[in-house]
């Protein structure tokens, strides 16, 4: 099993131009997560999904969207990249909310 | 308000000290769990140990413990002998059942071991 995976893993981008992130699980989890970590702040929570068709947003959700199409895939999307939102993205997953959750190998992102 | 304090930012020890992680948490739930994540340099993050809030016996494993004390809302965590592979950024979380169990995480102390 590959467990969680994220694409891509680095990324540039320039300011107000737009791109996803995709997560992608093959643990039949039902529950994934999108965060970003920012030093000395820890990992914060920007969207999450209960199961297939769900989202909902989490502290830091502000310039972002995401969808949950297929259960297995979770997309975060920019629509228009700022600086602030350089910032290394972690995706996700559980069994349920109770549950462990387990991490993808990130996304390093730069806006510019 | 911070759920999660980790008021150690950085630790530096040489190898085969012992060193030991606090995390404090704040959280009016009787039902929630605690976790802590490795974070090595290479980026990832692993998930190390899982408690929940009935169960404040400590744990070990191999060279890493546990202590979990609710009279003092601590949850820390112990290397002992650290051995250079030990060097990594080390998160605390709480997950809270009033809050759907979504992590609220520490900002982390970095660990160094010196060889």
């Known amino acids: 099993n590959a467990g969680v995976t994220q694409t891509p893993k680095f990324r540039v981008l320039k300011t107000g131009q737009s791109m996803t992130l995709l997560c992608a699980q093959d643990?039949?989890?039902?529950?994934m997560y999108w965060y970003r970590q920012d030093p000395g702040m820890g990992l914060r929570l920007i969207h999450y999904?209960?199961?297939?068709?769900?989202?909902a947003k989490g502290e830091v959700p502000d310039g972002y969207n995401v969808s949950r199409l297929k259960k297995q895939n979770f997309l975060l999307g920019l629509e228009s990249a700022a600086p602030s939102q350089t910032s290394v993205y972690f995706c996700?997953?559980?069994?349920?909310?109770?549950?462990?959750?387990?991490f993808g190998p990130g996304t390093r992102l730069t806006v510019l | 308000a911070q759920k999660v304090t980790q008021a150690q930012t950085e630790i530096s020890v040489v190898e085969k000290e012992d060193v030991t992680l606090d995390c404090v948490y704040e959280?009016?739930?009787?039902?929630?769990?605690l976790f802590w994540y490795k974070q090595p340099p290479s980026g990832e993050l692993v998930f190390l140990i899982r408690r929940n809030s009935f169960d404040e016996q400590n744990e070990i494993s191999g060279r890493y413990s546990w202590n979990f004390q609710k009279s003092t809302s601590s949850f820390n965590f112990t290397i002992t002998a650290s051995q250079v592979v030990d060097s990594a950024v080390y998160f605390c979380a709480l997950s809270e059942a009033s809050d759907d169990y979504k992590l609220s995480f520490g900002a982390g102390t970095t660990v160094t071991v010196r060889a």
């Open positions: 996700a997953s559980s069994w349920e909310g109770v549950d462990t959750q387990y």
């Open positions: 959280t009016r739930d009787t039902t929630y769990y």
């Open positions: 999904s209960v199961g297939e068709g769900t989202t």
């Open positions: 643990m039949n989890h039902e529950y």
